[in-house]
Each structure stands twice: as C-alpha cells, then as structure tokens.
C-alpha cells in the first residue's frame, strides 16, 4: 500500500510570495489533515477534510492560508503572501476518516519544509 | 480545548538505560491515545497506541499504559539503543476528538 506522498519536500521563498504544497493520501482514506509543525514545537492542525468538506479550520490563518480537496482524494495547501513565521514543515495525514468510530490513527506523509527569507 | 502535555526534552540517555517520557493529556470524555516517532528527516509514524481505560499499548519493546485516574499515558522502555534516538510525540485522536499533540520529546542515545 502506497503511503502518503507529499510535495515538494523543500522550498525556499522569499516574504510576500506565494507557495503551495501538495498532498495525495492513501487510497481509500477519507479524512485528510494539514498540519504545520514549526522547529521544537508538536504538529498544530491547520485544517481537516472530510472526504471534499472541511472539518475544521479554526486553526487556519485565512488571511494567507487557503486549503482544497476538490474531487475528496488529494488536496492543495497554499500560502499567500508568505510572511517569514510561516518557516516550518507542513504535514499532511490521512486517516480511514471513520468519525464517531474507529481509532483516529494518522498515516503522514513525510513533509514540505517551507523557508521563508 | 483538548490538550496535550508531554516532558520537555532532549533525554539523553546511554545505550541500554530505561526510559521513561511522561504525557498527561486533557480532554472530555475517553480518547485514544498515542504515541508516534519521528525519526530524522522523515514523517511521523505510529508507534503504540491504546483506545480505553488500562490498555497498555506496546511495539519495538515500547509499553504505555491508559490511565483515566491520573489522565496520563507514560512511555517506557527498559532498555534503550542508540536507533531509539528521534522524537516522540503523544497524541488524543479518535471517534470526534480533533487529533492533538503534544510539543515532542527528543531522545538522544549514547554508546
């Protein structure tokens, strides 16, 4: 079974460009997260998909922050402008998205490090 | 909200020393709970979990018990190898929880 493939795995910008991330899940997962994980500190949820809707986005900075699951399997992460505390690793997880059962374990892709300069 | 607090870190430890990584969490109601690793310049992975009240979740020699009474799921190993250096961090998920992390704990092993 494939993993989650994330892309690309590192960019570097400048402040005020824009950038976005992509991310497929694993086949058949249904709930879809973005995460960003900034240097020592634990994964902070910017957005959940369930399937093409959004679960939660409280989290997200919407502002410069937007997110996409147009047809309920990959999905776009995009930041614009970029301001230079955007710096960190955006993670993107996939579950069996079996809400209100199952065990809510998070399959992760292996990240997109942002560098804002 | 829903939260997650775990040791700060890094614990350095030499090879087959016992390990011990605390984690306490808040939330309404019984969540699953986990613990995932994240190794150098890779994602993170699962690395034991537990979904009730004194279950103890255990993989690669890892054991952590679900401990409503104190809201708590400790990470132990009884003797650690320099390959257990990473981060590890413990997470709330499951049935309408939100998953939730804590700040993760980096573990360095010595020879």
């Known amino acids: 079974e494939a993993g989650v493939a994330q892309s690309p795995r590192y960019k570097i910008i400048e402040k005020r460009q824009s950038v976005a991330f992509w991310c497929n899940p694993i086949s058949g997962h249904a709930t879809l997260y973005w995460y960003q994980q900034i240097l020592g500190q634990g994964p902070k949820l910017l957005i959940q998909?369930?399937?093409?809707?959004?679960?939660?986005d409280s989290q997200l900075p919407k502002d410069r922050f937007s997110a996409e699951r147009l047809k309920g399997v990959d999905s776009t992460l995009k930041i614009q402008p970029a301001k230079l505390e955007d710096s960190a690793v955006y993670l993107c997880?996939?579950?069996?998205?079996?809400?209100?059962?199952?065990?809510?374990?998070?399959?992760f892709g292996e990240g997109s490090r942002l560098t804002v300069l | 909200g829903d939260s997650v607090t775990q040791m700060e870190g890094p614990v350095t430890l030499s090879e087959e020393a016992f390990l011990t990584i605390n984690c306490t969490y808040t939330a309404t109601g019984y969540p699953s709970l986990f613990w995932y690793v994240q190794y150098p310049g890779e994602g993170l992975q699962l690395l034991l979990k537990a979904t009730k009240a004194d279950d103890k979740g255990s993989n690669k020699g890892f054991e952590a018990t679900y401990r409503k009474e104190t809201t708590s799921f400790h990470l132990e190993k009884g003797s650690v190898q320099v390959s257990d250096s990473a981060v590890y961090f413990c997470a709330l998920s499951g049935g309408s929880y939100i998953p939730t992390f804590g700040r993760g704990t980096s573990l360095i092993v010595h020879p």
């Open positions: 998909f369930q399937n093409n809707g959004v679960v939660d």
């Open positions: 997880a996939s579950s069996r998205g079996d809400r209100g059962r199952g065990t809510g374990e998070l399959f």
